[in-house]
């Protein structure tokens, strides 16, 4: 992969030498190296993946047009020591928003460099902007999440414990072509559906519970994610106000949303439809965050977000509203922003479900 000329600009705009790339997800986004354990070091010089024996057949293979190294009895300080001297070095950069302090105390007491500079987290912005490959990835990651919904829906039966729910999904979405998936399953039923994210339990699944779940899975590296609330039986009234108050406040994002708009003022949107149904204190997280290699990126939709939305990055819009000893729903869909709207990559119904 060629986006290593994307860091040698940042390089040369921050008066740097070169940079040690530790996040595991940038690693890949530069060299293609999904290894995630190593480095990928770029100067004007040279680009490379350092990494140790277990990882070197996979580096060769995946890091097309990359030197790469092989670390020694030495260990990384050595390798690094080595291509520093060769390179001549003096500014080495490292991603501050990454790198473990013990790790950073380490290179510092070793490497032969005049100075060891943060970069913060100008490497990830690269990746707020996707191309279209990454779409197409997500897109179909997200693809899989729909046929693993409509599938799960006929398998449900009240008296199943969440584990067994949640196994099933992940289940299906390596079945269906995910990796992985992109986080531990969510399944939430009753009173648990009041966490946001709670773990699934043993708890079985009965009749009158709301039941959330949460999920996605990765394709080519890529993440997807949805969630889903149901009702196991009839929905009583209630039930049907918290939800369509949900709906209503993520239909009012997505009819609306398109490049230029700033995370918090989409977030205000759905927060103020759910605090105006009298449900103030009952939605305590953010609208929702950007998705691609990471399940959680930025720029997120949050009451703090001053970040502008721009074509190309993703969404979720993810409104919920929370009641403690009662339960809780959130619906979550996934798009790309354009300059004129979005497109959702979400396609499973949203009407109410009463199974
Ligand atoms: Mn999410």
Redesign the pocket.
């Known amino acids: 992969m060629d986006n290593f000329k994307k860091v040698q600009e940042i390089l040369q705009k921050n008066n740097l030498d070169a940079v040690l790339i530790s996040n595991g997800k940038n690693m890949y986004y530069v060299s293609g190296f999904a290894g995630e354990t190593g480095y990928v070091y770029i100067s004007s010089k040279r680009h490379a993946v350092i990494t140790d024996f277990r990882y070197t057949i996979q580096a060769e293979i995946e890091a097309k047009g990359y030197e790469i190294i092989t670390i020694g009895n030495g260990g990384y300080e050595e390798a690094i020591n080595d291509i520093l001297k060769e390179d001549g070095i003096n500014k080495l950069a490292f991603e501050s928003e990454d790198m473990l302090f013990a790790t950073y105390n380490k290179l510092k007491d070793k490497l032969l460099v005049d100075e060891l500079l943060p970069l913060g987290d100008d490497i990830t912005r690269l990746r707020r902007i996707k191309t279209p490959k990454e779409l197409e990835y997500i897109k179909k990651a997200e693809a899989i999440g729909d046929s693993v919904f409509t599938e799960i829906l006929n398998f449900i039966k009240p008296g199943m414990t969440e584990l067994e729910i949640a196994a099933r999904i992940e289940y299906l979405l390596k079945i269906n072509g995910g990796t992985t998936t992109s986080f531990p399953a969510i399944v939430a039923s009753g009173v648990n559906s009041s966490m946001p994210h709670a773990v699934p339990s043993q708890k079985k699944v009965e009749m009158g519970d709301f039941l959330t779940m949460?999920f996605?899975c990765v394709y080519n590296g890529y993440c997807s994610?949805?969630?889903r609330t149901i009702v196991i039986g009839k929905a009583s009234d209630k039930q049907k106000e918290i939800y369509n108050t949900v709906l209503k406040a993520q239909m009012a994002v997505l009819d609306v949303i398109k490049a230029g708009f700033k995370g918090k003022e989409l977030d205000k949107i759905a927060r103020d439809i759910i605090y105006d149904a009298g449900y103030e204190g009952c939605f305590g997280h953010g609208l929702?965050?950007s998705?691609g290699l990471a399940?959680?990126e930025n720029p997120r939709l949050s009451v703090s977000e001053e970040d502008v939305i721009l074509a190309g990055m993703t969404a979720?819009i993810?409104p919920g509203i929370y009641i403690k000893d009662f339960g809780g729903v959130r619906i979550?869909d996934?798009v790309v922003v354009t300059e004129t709207g979005c497109e959702n990559f979400t396609n499973s119904d949203k009407n109410l479900i009463e199974l």
């Open positions: 949460d996605g994610d949805m969630t929702g965050h998705v399940i959680h979720t993810e979550e996934l």
